[in-house]
């Protein structure tokens, strides 16, 4: 077992993990810690823990930030700002056809990033030249997707709050179609998309409370036995435990009455899918929500 610390670089993003190398580290101090990329600046995010050994060794935390380390984070800043501008002129210079997103500074200047998008290949290789020898630094453009956009630009999502991505997921997890249909939601591109295009993270939120809610009911269409009969259901509230059944009395006569989930009994499984299911053909543009 090692101790380690967790750290955050950016706002919502990845937490990655350090070896604390004997300092007294609490939940939003910020740390200098040695990186792939060399040094860099960032947030505690998880206090000291123990993990199992793992396949490759923990870098460390160096130290926690000083007076001019708060400085210099602060004028990176103002250097990726103006970088930006310069890289936005000189794309349009070029002619390229990319959108330019975000720029990141590496902590100790050894490499600027530019961060962007475009739907179509793009030969950035003169760009890299002029930027390589206005800033004298190592160069790195990449490309990024929608999500990935408005993570970095953030904005208001339907409803009224900041993105999620943009302001406390680490990471995007698998959004799926089924989980719209599971939580009974329209299928209208329009309703269930994010501000990216994309199906809305928030899908994923309470899927698993539903998967299990939904375990304890039946299913349209399906015969159960209720307090006052036999009868086909004819509708499920899943949250609420409600069961709409359809009963036919002796009579003929048809009631629609609700009963708890754990007021019926399944008699016997529908063979039938539910129609509106059935019926359904997820035109092109609901088909580019569904994640690869």
């Not at 793009?122 to 930027?131: A, G, H, Q, S, T």
């Not at 016997?268 to 580019?288: A, C, G, Q, V």
Request: with cysteine; hydrophobic share 35%; glycine share 6%.
């Amino acid at each position: 077992m090692r101790e380690f610390v967790g750290v955050r670089f950016r706002k919502a993003g990845k937490i990655y993990y350090f070896k604390s190398k004997g300092l007294k580290l609490t939940r939003g101090d910020i740390v200098i810690a040695e990186t792939v990329r060399g040094l860099e600046y960032g947030t505690v995010e998880i206090e000291k823990s123990q993990i199992e050994d793992l396949n490759h060794p923990l870098k460390k935390v160096v130290r926690i930030a000083t007076e001019s380390d708060h400085t210099q984070y602060n004028n990176n800043k103002e250097k990726e700002r103006e970088a930006f501008g310069i890289c936005q002129d000189k794309i349009k210079k070029h002619g390229l056809d990319m959108k330019l997103i975000e720029t990141e500074l590496t902590f100790d200047c050894s490499k600027i990033m530019f961060y962007f998008t475009s739907e179509n290949r793009v030969d950035f290789r003169k760009l890299v030249k002029e930027l390589a020898a206005i800033f004298r630094m190592r160069i790195e453009l990449r490309q990024i997707g929608v999500r990935d956009e408005a993570k970095a630009l953030n904005s208001i999502g339907m409803c009224g709050r900041s993105l999620c991505c943009a302001t406390f997921l680490g990471n995007f997890q698998p959004v799926s179609i089924k989980m719209a249909k599971d939580q009974s939601l329209s299928l209208n591109p329009s309703k269930i998309s994010g501000v990216c295009g994309r199906l809305m993270c928030c899908l994923k939120y309470e899927e698993e409370t539903y998967e299990a809610l939904t375990t304890q009911l039946p299913k349209e269409g399906d015969l159960v036995k209720t307090p006052d009969g036999t009868g086909i259901v004819f509708g499920v509230s899943v949250l609420r435990q409600l069961v709409k059944v359809q009963i036919k009395s002796k009579d003929e006569t048809v009631n629609i009455n609700y009963y708890n989930g754990d007021e019926v009994k399944l008699v016997k499984k529908s063979n039938k899918t539910n129609e509106k299911l059935e019926k359904l053909e997820i035109d092109e543009e609901l088909s580019k929500l569904i994640d690869e």
